[in-house]
């Protein structure tokens, strides 16, 4: 392993993505609860839901929920309540990884541990709520909607370097999804493409002993 520095401020950056990388989730439980609460099949929910630059903007904190929720409502056809939306928009969870977080302790000796989220105010608020253990352990937490920038837009990575005042090349970021990953890279962070709870605990112990 790497040596401790003295001081958190001198040591490189271990940014990690939340969803699928530390926190385990599951759109299709999302899509299975909006479909027993408004009746349309789950399928349906599956084949029109896209990435949109409502989705973005609501990560960016610039649309709430409830607008982005009527969105929602036009896009499937129904006048699903703004209560039914949310309760299956908090449904992605699965459970969090155990094999990484058990990690964090040896990072957190050699690295400042941050993390960076494509996310929104709705489901911040329920993972916060849910697994308060797991975020505490933390330096920093960049969170979309509050940072007003989402992966893999440079202004994310660069508003990241600035608050940790280190250099792009400092970091050591992992995340599941490889557009996010090429855009670290453009942006000169070391990134790693990993999916699942084994790939990401692998990969933080190929770090550790790096």
């Known amino acids: 392993m790497p040596p401790a520095t003295n001081s958190k401020k001198e040591r490189d950056v271990v940014l990690l993505d939340l969803g699928n990388v530390v926190l385990g989730i599951d759109p299709r439980q999302v899509f299975f609860e909006w479909s027993s609460r408004s009746g349309l099949p ?9 990435l949109d630059d409502a989705y973005k903007e609501h990560e960016r904190g610039k649309l709430n929920f409830e607008n982005y929720c009527r969105i929602l409502n036009e896009r499937y056809d129904l006048s699903m309540s703004y209560h039914d939306w949310e309760i299956g928009w908090n449904k992605l969870w ?101 999916r699942g709870e084994m790939e990401v605990a692998s990969a933080l112990k190929s770090l550790l002993l790096s």
């Open 94 to 194: 699965t459970k969090p990884f155990a094999k990484v977080i058990d990690l964090f302790a040896d990072l957190k000796a050699n690295y400042r541990l941050c993390a960076f989220s494509n996310t929104n105010a709705t489901h911040a608020k329920d993972f916060k709520d849910k697994y308060p253990e797991v975020l505490s352990q933390f330096d920093e937490l960049f969170l979309s909607h509050e940072i007003g920038e989402r992966k893999p837009d440079a202004a994310g990575f660069e508003l990241i370097c600035k608050q940790l005042n280190c250099q792009p090349s400092q970091i050591a970021f992992f995340d599941d999804t490889q557009e996010n990953i090429d855009g670290a890279k453009k942006f000169g962070i070391r990134a790693s493409l990993t």
């Open 42 to 50: 789950e399928a349906d929910f599956a084949r029109k839901w896209v």
